[in-house]
C-alpha cells in the first residue's frame, strides 16, 4: 500500500518527544494544512525514540513503528513514503520545517509572501494525494533576507506598527520557501540591533536571526576620541577625525572593537554570525597613518575583522565586506579561517548578469569575486541588490531572468551563500517577481525561471495579462539599470549621453505598457500607479540630461520631487511605510547631489 495524504491527514502525526520549538511548530504547520486540504487533522501524538528533526505521519488503524530517516549528506531534508506512512526528516529543525513545505507544496500548496490570505490550498479533488520522495540539495547553504533597521522606524511606534503585520507574514513565508535567515543591518544612527518584534517569529521557525551591519562606529564609541584620538583614522587631510571607522594599526582601539563585537554577537538570539562592516561611503574613512597607509581600505577592513574573529572564537563567523571601496580583494592581510567575504557589488549593472561576457560593467565584479572566491578559499557570500528602492529609485524593475542566470553563475563559480535586501512591502510591490525568484533560485537557480508566473499568479484572474505585461516591463527596464542608482545618472559626458538614449527609448515604450496592463480584465490601481511613478521619474531625468540651463535644471528636479505623488495614492497597501515615508527622504538625497552637481556646470 502507498503512502496517501488524505489518509494519512486522518491519521496520526508522531512528534519526536522534547522536540525544538521549530519541530513543534512543523508538527503544527502539517496538521493545520492537511486540515484545510482534506478536513480531518492528524491526532498528534508524541513518541520516545529518537530525537531531533523528524516528524511521522501514519495511518490511524495501522500506526508504524517510528523510523529515524537520516539525511544524506549534502542534503537539507528528505520526504519519504515508508509503506503506508510518510515521514519528514530535517539536517536541522529549520530544515525539518522546510521539509514539511517542500511536501505540502508538492501536494498543490501555494505560498505568498504578503500573507496566508493570498495563499493557495488544494481541495481533496485537486490535492496530489501520493506522497513522492522528496529531497533538498540547495545551490546554497545561506540563503538570506536582509533589511535596513532604519527601516522600520522602530523610534515611532505607529510607524512600526504599521509594518509589523507584513513583516510577520514575510518571515512566514521566507520558511515556506527555504529561506535561512533574516539579517538586520544596523548604520551608524541606529540603537538597537533587531527588531524585537521580529525575533520570535523567526525563533519559532529557525531562521537565523543575523546581525551586524555598517557596525565599525558602534564598536568603537565616539565619545572615545577625545581622550584617544590615535585610536581613529588619520583623514587624508592629515588630521585625526571620529567621523571614519578606525585606526586598524591601534591595539588599543582593537581591544575595545573585539570586546564590544562579543557583547553584540552575545545580544543577537542565538547568532553565530557576525556582519562586520565599516561606515557606509563611498569613501568609507579608513586610516592613513604610517601604519596604515601601505593597506587598502579592503586590507584594513579586513585585518579588523581577523581580530574580532579570533575574540570571537569557534563555531562563529565573521563577515568581511566587498563592497564601494573595499570592493577589491585585500592584497596585504590574509583572512582568518573564521573570516568570510560578504561581496556587494551594488552599482554592478542589472540588465546583465554578473558573468555576461558582453557586459563591459560587470567584468570588474566578476574579477573581483573570483579574487575573493580564492583568497577566502570559498568562503565567500554574495549579497544582492534585487530588491533594493534605493539603487532603483523606487522603480519597479522586475528582473527574473538576471537573478536566475546571477545565482546560477555565483553557484557555478563556488559562492555558498546569498542575501537580497530588501525594503518590506515596498519590495514585494516593485520587485515582486524580483524576490520570488531570489528566494527560488536561492535554493535551485533554475526554479528562479518560475518567479514572473507566480508573482503573476498573485493577481488572480488578471494573471495572465499581468505576466505579459512584467515580460515586457523587465525588457524596457534593462535599458535603464545600467548605471548603479537609477536617480543619480552619470555626469560624464558620453554616458550621460548613452543614458539620455536609454531613457527616451524608455519613454517610447511606455504606451504599450499601459496597454498591456490595461488588458487585464480587473483594474490594478496599485500596478497603474507604480508604473506611472516609474515613468514620471524617466521622465524627469530625461529632462535633467537635457536641461541646458539653471532654470530647465530646477524643472526637471521638481518633476522628480513630484513623481512621489504617484507612490503616494497607492497607500500602505500597496507602497508600505516605505513608499509613504523613506521613499521622499531617498528623493531629497539624490536631487541634493544632482543640484550640487549642476551647481558645477
Ligand atoms: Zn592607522
Ligand atoms: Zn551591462
Known amino acids: 500500500m502507498s503512502a496517501d495524504l488524505a489518509r494519512l491527514a486522518a491519521g496520526v502525526l508522531l512528534v519526536p518527544e522534547g522536540a525544538p520549538e521549530p519541530v513543534a511548530f512543523a508538527a503544527e504547520e502539517l496538521g493545520a494544512y492537511l486540515g484545510r486540504m482534506f478536513g480531518p487533522s492528524p491526532v498528534q501524538r508524541s513518541v520516545a525514540g529518537p530525537g531531533g528533526a523528524w516528524l511521522c505521519l ?7 513503528a517510528v523510523r529515524a530517516l537520516a539525511v544524506p549528506a549534502g542534503a537539507e531534508w528528505v520526504v519519504r513514503p515508508a509503506d503506508d506512512a510518510a515521514v519528514v526528516s530535517g539536517a536541522s529543525p529549520r530544515a525539518l520545517l522546510a521539509g514539511v513545505y517542500g511536501l505540502l507544496e508538492a501536494a498543490g500548496c501555494r505560498w505568498a509572501p504578503r500573507g496566508t490570505h493570498e495563499e493557495h490550498v488544494p481541495r481533496p479533488d485537486t490535492a496530489r494525494r501520493p506522497v513522492a520522495a522528496l529531497e533538498l540539495r540547495p545551490a546554497f547553504a545561506r540563503r538570506a533576507f536582509a533589511a535596513d533597521l532604519a527601516t522600520w522606524h522602530y523610534g515611532v ?31 551608524a544612527n541606529d540603537t538597537q540591533w533587531v527588531i524585537p518584534e521580529l525575533v520570535p517569529e523567526l525563533r519559532r521557525r529557525g531562521l537565523d536571526v543575523e546581525g551586524g551591519g555598517h557596525v565599525l562606529v558602534e564598536l568603537l564609541p565616539r565619545s572615545l576620541f577625545a581622550a584617544h584620538p590615535e585610536r581613529f583614522p588619520l583623514a587624508p587631510d592629515g588630521r585625526r577625525s571620529d567621523l571614519g571607522n578606525v585606526c586598524a594599526a591601534s591595539a588599543a582601539a582593537l581591544a575595545v572593537v573585539r570586546e564590544r563585537a562579543a557583547a553584540a554577537l552575545a545580544a543577537l538570539p542565538g547568532a553565530t554570525d557576525f556582519h562586520l562592516w565599516g561606515l557606509d561611503l563611498p569613501g568609507g574613512g579608513w586610516c592613513a597613518c604610517p601604519s596604515c597607509a601601505r593597506l587598502s581600505p579592503a586590507d584594513q577592513a579586513l585585518s579588523v575583522c581577523n581580530a574580532v574573529a579570533e575574540t570571537l572564537g569557534a563555531g ?39 558573468d555576461d561576457p558582453a557586459c563591459a560593467t560587470n567584468a570588474p565584479y566578476r574579477r573581483a569575486l573570483d579574487a575573493h572566491l580564492t583568497l577566502f578559499a570559498g568562503r565567500v557570500h554574495v549579497f544582492e541588490y534585487y530588491g533594493d528602492a534605493i539603487l532603483f529609485g523606487g522603480c519597479t524593475v522586475p528582473l527574473a531572468e538576471v537573478v536566475q542566470r546571477d545565482l546560477d553563475y555565483y553557484a557555478r563559480a563556488g559562492v555558498r551563500g546569498v542575501s537580497c535586501l530588501v525594503f518590506g512591502q515596498y519590495s514585494l510591490w516593485a520587485y515582486g517577481v524580483n524576490v520570488e525568484a531570489f528566494a527560488r533560485g536561492a535554493v535551485s537557480p533554475a526554479a528562479a525561471a518560475s518567479a514572473r508566473g507566480t508573482h503573476a499568479a498573485g493577481f488572480g484572474r488578471a494573471a495572465e495579462p499581468v505576466a505579459r505585461y512584467l515580460a515586457a516591463l523587465e525588457r524596457v527596464m534593462a535599458g535603464v539599470v545600467t548605471y548603479g542608482d537609477v536617480l543619480l545618472p552619470p555626469a560624464e559626458a558620453e554616458r550621460a549621453a548613452a543614458v539620455r538614449a536609454a531613457l527616451a527609448a524608455a519613454r517610447r515604450q511606455a504606451p504599450e505598457l499601459r496597454r498591456l496592463l490595461a488588458a487585464a480584465p480587473v483594474r490594478l490601481a496599485a500596478e497603474e500607479h507604480l508604473l506611472d511613478y516609474t515613468f514620471a521619474v524617466l521622465g524627469a531625468l530625461e529632462r535633467w540630461l537635457a536641461a541646458a540651463d539653471a532654470e530647465a535644471r530646477e524643472a526637471a528636479l521638481a518633476a522628480l520631487a513630484g513623481a512621489v505623488r504617484h507612490v503616494r495614492a497607492a497607500g500602505l497597501v500597496g507602497a508600505g511605510t516605505w513608499g509613504l515615508h523613506d521613499l521622499e527622504i531617498t528623493h531629497h538625497f539624490f536631487a541634493g547631489a544632482l543640484r550640487a552637481r549642476g551647481a558645477g556646470q
Do not use: N, Q
Open 316 to 354: 562563529t563567523r565573521v563577515l568581511h565586506l566587498a563592497y564601494h571601496d573595499t570592493l577589491e580583494s585585500p592584497r596585504a592581510v590574509r583572512p582568518h579561517p573564521r573570516v568570510w567575504a560578504e561581496f556587494a557589488p551594488r552599482e554592478r549593472c542589472y540588465a546583465h548578469p554578473l
Open 157 to 187: 511606534p505607529e510607524r512600526l506598527a504599521a509594518r509589523l503585520p507584513s513583516d510577520v507574514a514575510f518571515v512566514d513565508w521566507m520558511a515556506k520557501r527555504g529561506a535561512t535567515g533574516l539579517l538586520f543591518i544596523r548604520h
Open 58 to 64: 501514519a495511518p490511524a488503524d495501522a500506526p508504524v
